[in-house]
């Protein structure tokens, strides 16, 4: 971590120098099925990275099947880096797209507001 994440920007770098992300969480998200999802994760969709995850009952909430792959088990782990590898460069447009319409702020902070009773950000 001290050489990838000392700061924002050798972090940005190592994302945007990776592939893809593959999460493996803590079990205790992945028992309770409690919908974690990582905010790393967020980070390499939005670089255009695909991200492959261990199944924390996430998908419900985000779009699943393309760029952003979620697994049981090793050979579903499997099986999705190589779908990921079969045609990166959809995949990796698919990513931005899903962090554009799914975790971009001006989208999630107003239902979320919304959801606790804010009219405006303002007003909390």
Known sequence: P???????????????????????????????????????????LASGRPV????TGFEPYLPTGECLLSFQGVDE???CIAAVNADYAAQSAAARRIAEE????????????????????VQC
């Open 102 to 121: 799914h975790l971009d702020s001006d989208r999630v902070l107003p239902r979320m507001l919304e959801a606790i009773g804010c009219a405006a950000a």
């Open 52 to 55: 492959i995850a261990a199944s």
């Open 2 to 44: 001290q050489l990838v994440a000392c700061d924002a920007s050798s972090f940005r770098t190592f994302v945007s120098e990776s592939r893809a992300e593959i999460g493996i969480p803590k079990s205790g998200y992945v028992e309770s099925r409690s919908g974690w999802f990582s905010d790393r994760s967020a980070c390499y």
């Open 77 to 79: 782990a499997a099986e």
